[in-house]
C-alpha cells in the first residue's frame, strides 16, 4: 500500500458520476478541501483536511465496496502529498459548452421547464431546456445561445439550491452540440419554436411536472423521489459500519408514514414531529380530521422511514400505544391541512447526518439535551421537564465547551413525553434539542 497520504486517488469514476456524489461519499470522514475530476482517465484526486481523515476513508472502505450510482469505484492513497495547482488545471477537461447537464439532487419539490427557466434565464438567453429522469437522479439539458452564458451559469450556480435546504444543483458541460425538443410542456421547451404541439397525439398532457423524459430523451421507469437515497449512502454507510441495525432491510422506497391510536386530546403536528424526526427529515405532516387519532407524516425518504416504522411501532405517547406502519400514500398532497417542515431547521438530518443515524433507537427512559444556556443549572433542567413524569436522575456536563445535559425518567412513556412537548422549545434565549440516550444510567 503507498505511504498514506490526506490525498485519495479515486479509479472508475464514470461520467455518470458527480463532484456532488464524490463528496457525498467521503463526507463523512472529515472536511474535504480539494477534488479534482480526471474526466479523461475516469479518475478523481480528493484531498482531505488531514491525514486521519484519509486513514479513516480507506480503512472503512476496506470492508465495504463503496459504489455510486451502481458503479464500484475503487480508491487508494494516492503518491501526491498535497494537490498542486497542476494536478487541478488537469481537471478541467471538461470543455466548456453552451449546454449544460444538470442534476438536481434533495428535490422535494417539482422541478418543471418554467422553474428551471427562471433559474438559468438571468444568466443568458435560453435556447431550449429538456428534463427527463435517469438512475442519477432528475436531469435537465439546458441550451443557451451562447457558451460565455452557459460559463457563467454554471459558475454561478453551481452547488446552489434552487429551494431553501433542498433541489441542489449540480451542473456540468454537456457534450452535444444541439437539443432536439419536439414537444412544448413541462417536460421541455423550444423557446425559438413556441409553435411546437404540447404532446404527442393520444397521450395525456396531466402528468406530473417530473418523473417523466418526454421527446427523445424519453427513460424507462420514473417515479417521483423525496430525498435521494443517494445522498444518505455514505452517512448510512458510516454509521452502521457498512451494515444496518437488526430489523431494518434498506430497500424501503415508502416515504409516507400512518400512525394511529394517537391521543387526539394531546396531539398536534409539532408534537409529532419531535418525534418522527429523531429518524430523519419530516416534509410534511398531515392530522385526519375524520380520523382524529390518525396521522400521516411524509419522511425524507424510504430509509428514514423504515427506521420510524421500525423503532416506533408500539411506542406509549399520551397514554396510548402507537401503531405506527408505512401507507398506501406514496406522499402527502399539500393543501390547507397540512402543516410544512421541509424547510425546518429543526430537521435533524441536514448537517451531521451520520452521527444523527447512529443515535437511532427505540425510546428509552434517558433523554439527552443539547444546545443549553452556558449558565444552565441542574435545578433549571429539572424545573423544565419534572411535569412530564417521575426524573429518576439527571446531570449537567460540557462538552467542547457546550453545556448538555442527561435526564432519566421511571419510564420509557414519561421520557417520551418529555421529549415530544419540549424539543426546540425556549430556554433562557436558546432552543432546546433533545433526543433519546441510549446511555442505561447516568
Do not use: W
Not at 178 to 185: F, K, M, P, T
Request: proline share 4%; with cysteine.
Amino acid at each position: 500500500m503507498a505511504e498514506p497520504s490526506k490525498v485519495i486517488h479515486v479509479r472508475n469514476v464514470g461520467h455518470e458520476i458527480s463532484e456532488n456524489d464524490l463528496l457525498q461519499l467521503f463526507q463523512p470522514f472529515g472536511v474535504i478541501t480539494k477534488l479534482v475530476m480526471l474526466r479523461a482517465k475516469n479518475q478523481a484526486l480528493l484531498q482531505m483536511q488531514d491525514i486521519p481523515s484519509a486513514v479513516s476513508a480507506l480503512q472503512f472502505y476496506a470492508n465495504v465496496q463503496p459504489s455510486i450510482r451502481g458503479r464500484n469505484v475503487y480508491i487508494q492513497f494516492s503518491s501526491h502529498q498535497e494537490l498542486t495547482t497542476m494536478d487541478q488545471s488537469q481537471g478541467r477537461e471538461d470543455e466548456p459548452n453552451r449546454i449544460l447537464l444538470v442534476t438536481v439532487h434533495h428535490m422535494l419539490y417539482p422541478i418543471t421547464v418554467d422553474v428551471l427557466h427562471q433559474v438559468f434565464s438571468p444568466h443568458g438567453y435560453v435556447e431550449k431546456i429538456v428534463t427527463f429522469q435517469k438512475s442519477a437522479g432528475f436531469q435537465a439539458l439546458i441550451q443557451y445561445q451562447s457558451r460565455q452564458s452557459a460559463v457563467t451559469a454554471r459558475s454561478t450556480l453551481q452547488g446552489r439550491n434552487i429551494y431553501d435546504g433542498c433541489c441542489q444543483l449540480d451542473i456540468q458541460f454537456s457534450n452535444l452540440d444541439e437539443l432536439q425538443v419536439n414537444y412544448n410542456n413541462d417536460r421541455s421547451r423550444d423557446f425559438t419554436n413556441p409553435n411546437l404541439p404540447t404532446e404527442q397525439k393520444g397521450r395525456s398532457s396531466s402528468q406530473p411536472g417530473y418523473g417523466d423524459g418526454g421527446s427523445m430523451y424519453g427513460v424507462q421507469g420514473s417515479r417521483a423521489v423525496g430525498f435521494s437515497q443517494m445522498a444518505n449512502a455514505a452517512a448510512i454507510a458510516a454509521a452502521f459500519g457498512g451494515g444496518l441495525p437488526p430489523g431494518i432491510t434498506g430497500t424501503n422506497e415508502r416515504c409516507t408514514v400512518l400512525v394511529a391510536n394517537l391521543n387526539p386530546d394531546r396531539i398536534d403536528e409539532d408534537k409529532l414531529f419531535n418525534l418522527f424526526s429523531i429518524y430523519g427529515n419530516i416534509v410534511r405532516i398531515k392530522l385526519l380530521r375524520n380520523k382524529p387519532d390518525h396521522a400521516l407524516i411524509q419522511m425524507g425518504d424510504g430509509f428514514q422511514a423504515e427506521l420510524a416504522v421500525h423503532f416506533l411501532k408500539g411506542a406509549m405517547l399520551f397514554g396510548k400505544r402507537l401503531e405506527v406502519n408505512f401507507s398506501k400514500h406514496a406522499n402527502i398532497t399539500q393543501g390547507a391541512d397540512t402543516h410544512e417542515y421541509v424547510n425546518s431547521n429543526l430537521n435533524r438530518f441536514n448537517r451531521n447526518a451520520a452521527k444523527n443515524y447512529r443515535y437511532c433507537c427505540s425510546p428509552t427512559k434517558m433523554i439527552h439535551l443539547s444546545t443549553l444556556p452556558q449558565d444552565i443549572t441542574e435545578e433549571e433542567i429539572v424545573s423544565l421537564l419534572e411535569e412530564h413524569g417521575t426524573i429518576v436522575n439527571s446531570k449537567v456536563f460540557e462538552m467542547n465547551g457546550k453545556k448538555q445535559a442527561l435526564v432519566q425518567f421511571e419510564t420509557e412513556e414519561q421520557a417520551t413525553e418529555a421529549l415530544v412537548c419540549k424539543h426546540a422549545s425556549p430556554l433562557s434565549g436558546s432552543v432546546v434539542r433533545i433526543s433519546f440516550s441510549q446511555l442505561q444510567n447516568i
